[in-house]
T-cell receptor, first 115, second 114 residues
Framework: GENVEQHPSTLSVQEGDSAVIKCTYSDSASNYFPWYKQELGKRPQLIIDIRSNVGEKKDQRIAVTLNKTAKHFSLHITETQPEDSAVYFCAASPDRGSTLGRLYFGRGTQLTVWP | ETGVTQSPTHLIKTRGQQVTLRCSSQSGHNTVSWYQQALGQGPQFIFQYYREEENGRGNFPPRFSGLQFPNYSSELNVNALELDDSALYLC?????????????FGPGTRLTVL
């Protein structure tokens, strides 16, 4: 099955700095890569996603890049704010076929943004 | 917030007991996936329900079972509870359609097994 590795496990940055979280995956059938933000005691919230036919996607301060050849993808947050502090999870999934819709998650990155 | 709801919010059970967790999917979504999130870990896929049938299972034993109803809501049942079953159980709803598999999570049920 799919194996998703995520690094780093913890990340501390000063407000206004950038943060980068990296993930690798193992199954070449994966072609959908969402990122979730989970605040303490709350549900995982989808913040951005990318599909394998796209190399980069941006939404305001958040961007995701994908290198399908190397099987890695990254989340970039610019101009970080204290409210960005949370646990971020990457995931990989096929978006077609018999395993459509199964998400395989990384172990998470605890991001702390200091004011 | 998503339109996905789960009940109950918290549950405390003892080892060997059985538990049923419930999930209502977001309007327009016909697929429910269940995940187990242990403390400090990422969610792990348990199984998925589509058209009232199990549509794939992760690495979980048969004592984890489920149902999906005609209105697309779903139940997760766990028999013979073990201490390691203590976790946050999340359901996620989606539309079973190729090229579209965004999943939206409910708030979860925190299960504690003593």
């Amino acid at each position: 099955g799919e194996n998703v590795e995520q690094h780093p496990s913890t990340l501390s940055v000063q407000e206004g700095d950038s943060a980068v979280i990296k993930c690798t995956y193992s199954d070449s059938a994966s072609n959908y890569f969402p990122w979730y933000k989970q605040e303490l005691g709350k549900r995982p919230q989808l913040i951005i996603d990318i599909r394998s036919n796209v190399g980069e996607k941006k939404d305001q301060r958040i961007a995701v890049t994908l290198n399908k050849t190397a099987k890695h993808f990254s989340l970039h947050i610019t101009e970080t704010q204290p409210e960005d502090s949370a646990v971020y999870f990457c995931a990989a999934s096929p978006d077609r076929g018999s395993t459509l819709g199964r998400l395989y998650f990384g172990r998470g990155t605890q991001l702390t943004v200091w004011p | 917030e998503t339109g996905v709801t789960q009940s109950p919010t918290h549950l405390i059970k003892t080892r060997g007991q059985q538990v049923t967790l419930r999930c209502s999917s977001q309007s327009g979504h016909n697929t429910v996936s269940w995940y187990q999130q242990a403390l400090g870990q990422g969610p792990q896929f348990i199984f998925q329900y589509y058209r009232e049938e199990e549509n794939g299972r992760g690495n979980f034993p048969p004592r984890f079972s489920g149902l999906q109803f005609p209105n697309y809501s779903s139940e997760l049942n766990v028999n013979a509870l073990e201490l390691d079953d203590s976790a946050l159980y999340l359901c996620a709803s989606s539309s079973h359609r190729e090229g579209y598999n965004e999943q939206f999570f409910g708030p979860g049920t925190r299960l504690t097994v003593l």
